[in-house]
């Protein structure tokens, strides 16, 4: 029994911290109203910033101040006026994509101007490094300096937070901002300065969890701060995102049972190595499936919604028709030309990059079919085009089942995956889909890729490529195999773009829209569900086989969960509602980071890291536009450009009335 004890003393520090991000999550939630998928990047730079600050010669106290309380607030207000003040309160889709853009931009900002990643952890603000509180058995239980300044700031923040908000001075107003902005501004208060206000407040609190984490890693990582975030959802979500106390309760909760499972599961084991990482995200995934409160998150009603300037329109209607027909008529002609030029006088490397932005562009359609057409935005695209890499490889490799049919066979199984995702989906809408999606991508990153029968474990498995009619698609800058993946990605194209013109492109708006009304209408709500998501993930699985033929080698870090975030954001900046959108981005994303190898080696940023930041970031910040342009930033261009063609180009009379709309 004192065992036990032990291990529950032991890990109550290890469970402030999931509980003071947590705090911070609710916090935010409460009093923005947009649910900061950005907090762990918050805080990985704070962290980071305070040990620069400490390692250049900063007392460690004056250190962690001048983040928490000068720079911190500084960031919260930048963030929420460039941002989120721009955004309707009733748009909980763009306050999500831009909470996203946050997550993925942040960290590659901090990677190339600061130029850190391998910084030594800090010490703890206060107290020293070892303190013994207490005796259990035969010896003292120690706990660190920056465990014991956890404890303390959790217990601190907790009560001034539920003190803050209980008030009718400050948490009221910062209630009714997210509730209302307009009604509080007719009671004579300053809905912005109130939102500011929260902002502020709520990156403090993304500040203080940096730096109190900072010293308890070597080196400080955004994908440590990325899981401590991901583990203080589960705990935020037993409260609904609502409840202060619970979610302390949780995140403590959380750190005891994870800890004391881990003292009695044996360290080599495959229990200790998966399960107990992945316990956070089941517990999470329950509470989204049986928690009343995380099913009504998007249930929220404005009396003052009406007053709102309306939705921009939607993005097809914006090109004019004739514009179109040009378009068509002519795009089998470019397209010949481009790729014939491309196979004539394109060196090798290049043609790796294109074969390699060709398997992207297939992984991007998944994503245009799930968001573009169906408007949910899913973080587990990645994991289900690691699925189809895994599936195609394992039976390549030890089936010695042909390599075209393994990658069919893998998108089937990707699309099963895609099913079994669909069918909790189904009670759920806006933001807990998206946290659902995270959930599947962090269990399959957790249990399913590590696994040698699987994923091949740490190592991976080679890919063979095809051998069709003795042509040699062995050669990494193989011309024959980049056509073979462009026949794929035409083949893929159209079946997207069929569904986006057809019928079922009309019932899956009908059905983002208003759900209900689909249903009275005759749509098959539960069947058009299940269909979008398991063709989604099928054609991720497509792209995730050809994304390992081009590099023959399949490996689990080429399908981590925090690429989900980033192949959405990416997509959603340059369009995810045409189908040209995905090739544009798939294309752009490995051309981009071939160009970047080009720099000189004097360069800082001439380096694998820090080029893939950079290419992250080059195709990412689009997003914070979403809000305005739902389209993308790309195609908003392209848009503005057939506008200004529109008016040098006569209209014949039964278009004319196209005019207005664009």
Sequence with gaps: ????????????????????????????????????????????????IYAELYWHGVDRLWAAILVVVVIAPLFGALLDWGLFSRIPPGNSMAKIVTSLGVMVVLPSVVQIFVGATNVSAPPAP??????????????????????????????????????????RRFGLPMRAAVESPKLLELMGVNAKRVSRGSWMLATMLAGLAGVLFAPTETPISANNYSVILVAAIAAAALGALRS????????????????????????????????????????????????????????????????????????????????????????????????????TFTPGPWIAALTIGASFSVIFLSITLITGLAGQLSLAQAAFAGVGAATTAQLAVNENV?????????????????WVASLPALRLRGLPVTLLTLCLALLADNLIFPTSWIGGGDNGLNVPRPHIFGIDFTAVDSKPFLLLVLAVLLAVSGVVHVLLRGTT?????????????????????????????????????IGGSLFAMSYLQESPSDFNWFF??????????????????????????????QALTYLPSTVSTNTNATQGALTVLILSVGAFTYATHPEGIVEAVKRSLARTVFRAVPANPAERRTRGVS
């Excluded at 107990?276 to 929220?300: A, K």
């Excluded at 390599?403 to 990707?414: P, Q, R, S, T, Y």
């Design 505 to 541: 492109g009309r019932a899956l708006a009908a059905v983002h829209v208003s759900p209900v009304g689909a249903a009275s209408a005759g749509v098959s709500v539960r069947r058009l569900t299940m269909f979008v998501f398991f063709l989604s993930a099928a054609i991720a699985g």
């Design 126 to 167: 206060l107290f020293n490094e070892y303190l013994p509180v207490w005796h259990i058995g035969s010896g003292p239980l120690f706990v660190s300096g920056s465990e014991l300044t956890t404890m303390l700031a959790t217990a601190i923040v907790l009560i001034v937070l539920m003190l803050g908000l209980r008030s």
């Design 402 to 418: 042909p390599v075209l049919i393994a990658a069919v066979a893998g998108a089937v199984v990707a699309g099963l995956g895609g």
């Design 244 to 343: 202060l106390p619970l979610a302390v309760v949780g995140g403590v909760a959380l750190g005891v049972v994870q800890g004391v499972v881990q003292g009695y599961v044996a360290s080599d084991s495959v229990w200790y190595q998966a399960l107990v990482p992945s316990l956070p995200f089941f517990i999470l995934l329950v509470l989204l499936l049986v928690h009343p409160g995380m099913r009504r998150l998007e249930n929220r009603n404005d009396p003052m919604s009406g007053v709102e300037p309306p939705a921009p329109p939607p993005a097809l209607a914006l090109r004019p028709p004739h514009i179109n027909r040009v378009i068509h008529r002519f795009r089998w002609l470019v397209l010949g030309t481009v790729t014939l030029v491309v196979i």
């Design 1 to 48: 029994m004192s065992e036990f004890f032990s291990f529950v003393l032991q890990n109550v520090p290890w469970g402030c911290t999931f509980a003071l991000v947590a705090v911070g999550l609710v916090l935010t939630y409460r009093a923005t109203g947009v649910f900061n998928f950005g907090f762990g990047a918050e805080a990985y730079a704070a962290g980071l």
């Design 564 to 593: 989900g975030p980033t192949f959405l954001v990416i997509v959603v900046t340059v369009g995810a509602t045409t189908v040209e959108g995905a090739i544009e981005a798939g294309f752009g994303y490995a051309l981009i980071a």
